[in-house]
């Protein structure tokens, strides 16, 4: 392939993945918005209750089986129908577990509704067992296009299913139809679109590689969820299907900006910082721009957010949700920790440290993992959030520290670019928190336009500052450097990465659908090397990482 044709694909591949994107958080929005107005807090802790426990269920089912689908260089038709099946059969074993499991479920949170909702909802592994390996072939098949107008599509159908039936009164079983009806469609479209061919009921021996490349990952996949959503059953054992929904609501509030603009980043900075790993000193001057970036655009985004979080929710999700405004507020914590934690991943995938990620997963996950039982029993649901903020904010420093250790970046590359964006966020919380205060209104966008006016005010003199002067000129720069590698060995590698960057974004699970979540666990990296891999893998190896580890590992990069 041409560099031009190559660079047309991409381009055109990374536009319509975006696309498609953008317009389900929209979606997301939306259904938020106007479901937190006809469903209580209750009515999502319930469901999320479920989704938590079932979501295990959603990882063994998978086993790495979409990324490994994805990248095999050839898949023959026998090995495809095998996969099939195999999918198929796993999905409906489970299912049936998740099924029995239902008394226990409701026996975890003492909640007897629980035993009908997981009985409810058990079918949708088996769904997701048919679901997952034909998106996984049509992402193979690079069909941008017809995937991205499918995701958005299916959750638009999703969504009118759920507000219809909320509005005549389903309560909690309006999200349940609202995930039913987005994995129906779905598997209908894929089935026409890929037309799979299941033959006879076998396993051919040469599928088991598969799945041993995709099991590899299993462990850390595991970890990465336990870390990940026993936050939501430790919050519902203890504290009820309210409490919960009022949290689920806005931590759903509080990914969304977060993922919005990670995923354009990432997309940009791993291929270049992958072709640059052995150039040092143009590898560090990448890595201080990409961190002046995420600095800027995400620090004074979550300081203003938190300090109009009242007015926000209230505009957002209507009366009754004040726990969820203060919960949006506390999360801003880490919101500050997982934006630059960002880059710590981008450091260890480009530089091919995937199995030193791992290792330190290892210590960190079960440490935030404390910090939930600590956190609830000191200071309950507002208790357990500031935990985890404070824990991920102190957790940078080990972090990467060990992730630069032995290379050629250095501690200063990444704290010093940080500083003048954290000051800006600091000024701007305290002008948009207090003066939106003053604002002697009901209405909630006057609080909200007044606030983010006011930190906006008090922010702007400190560009007449030279470092924030300097700042700006190192960002514009960043912007215009993306360009092609001049080597023929940089090309050729730029083109391998940009074709695994072309993956689009998973579908959601049926537990995460039902939940009515954001994507909540996009791609950070492989844990760790596959059986046989070098451990300094080349640059496409490093940068397929970003799109191997599934969604399992949520946006919070702990």
């Not at 603009?261 to 910082?273: H, I, K, S």
């Not at 995420?294 to 949700?321: F, N, S």
């Not at 404390?370 to 957790?395: D, H, K, P, Q, R």
Request: proline share 6%; with cysteine; charged share 15%.
């Amino acid at each position: 392939m041409s560099t031009a044709n190559l660079a047309q694909k991409a381009s055109r591949g990374i536009l319509l993945t975006m696309g498609g994107l953008w317009g389900r958080a929209g979606l997301q929005m939306i259904s938020t918005i106007v479901l937190a107005r006809l469903l209580t807090p209750a009515d999502f802790g319930l469901i999320a209750m479920v989704g938590a426990v079932m979501g295990i269920a959603e990882l063994v089912r998978d086993f790495g089986m979409t990324g490994a689908i994805i990248q095999a260089q050839n898949l023959s038709e026998r090995v495809w129908r095998s996969l099939l099946w195999l999918s198929a059969a796993i999905g409906m074993v489970l299912a049936g577990i998740v099924a029995l499991c239902a008394p226990l479920i409701a026996a975890l949170y003492n909640e007897p509704r629980l035993v009908q909702i997981t009985l409810l909802m058990a079918p949708g592994v088996f769904l997701s067992g048919l679901v997952m390996p034909l998106q996984a072939r049509a992402t193979k098949e690079l069909r941008f296009g017809t995937l991205a107008s499918l995701d958005v599509s299916t959750m638009a159908f999703g969504v009118v299913v759920g507000i219809v039936t909320a509005f005549l009164g389903w309560g909690f079983w309006a999200l349940v139809a609202m995930a039913g009806a987005q994995f129906v469609v779905r598997l209908v479209v894929l089935w026409a679109i890929v037309r799979p061919r299941f033959g006879p009921p076998r396993i051919v021996k040469e599928t088991w590689p598969l799945l041993g490349t995709g099991g590899s990952i299993f462990g850390a996949e595991l970890l990465g969820y336990a870390e990940k959503n026993l936050d939501n059953v430790i919050i519902g054992a203890t504290l009820g299907p309210t409490a919960l929904g009022q949290y689920s609501r806005a931590y759903a509030l509080f990914l969304l900006p977060l993922q919005q603009m990670n995923g354009p980043l990432g997309r940009v900075a791993l291929p270049v910082l992958s072709t640059l790993r052995d150039e040092g000193e143009r590898y560090r001057r990448y890595i201080r721009s990409a961190a002046l970036v995420i600095g800027y655009l995400t620090l004074p985004t979550y300081a203003i957010a938190a300090g109009v979080a009242q007015p926000l929710v209230l505009l957002l999700l209507g009366p009754g949700w004040s726990t969820a405004a203060t919960i949006f507020t506390l999360l801003a914590i880490a919101g500050f920790a997982q934006a630059i934690g960002r880059l710590r991943t981008w450091i260890y995938i480009s530089l091919g440290h995937s199995h030193r990620q791992f290792v330190y997963d290892l210590v960190a996950r079960p440490l935030i993992i404390a910090g939930y039982v600590f956190g609830i029993w000191w200071g309950g649901l507002n208790g357990l959030v500031i935990t985890y903020g404070v824990m991920s904010l102190l957790l940078l420093v080990p972090g990467f520290a060990f992730a630069i250790r032995g290379t050629f970046v250095r501690g200063s590359d990444i704290v010093l670019p940080i500083l003048r964006p954290a000051v800006m966020a600091m000024v701007a919380f305290v002008a948009s928190y207090f003066v939106s205060r003053l604002v002697p209104s009901p209405v909630a966008i006057l609080e909200i336009l007044v606030g983010c006016g006011a930190a906006l005010v008090c922010v702007a003199p400190l560009f007449l500052l030279p470092g924030y002067r300097r700042d700006v000129a190192r960002i514009l720069e960043f912007v215009g450097r993306v360009r092609a590698p001049k080597t023929p060995k940089q090309q050729e590698e730029a083109e391998a990465i940009l074709e695994e960057e072309l993956e689009p974004i998973e579908p959601q699970t049926f537990a995460e659908a039902a939940e009515s979540e954001p994507l909540r666990r996009e791609p950070e990296g492989r844990a760790h090397p596959r059986p046989g891999e070098p451990t300094a893998p080349s640059a496409s190896t490093a940068a397929s990482g970003a799109g191997l580890l599934r969604r399992d590992l949520r946006s919070r990069d702990r």
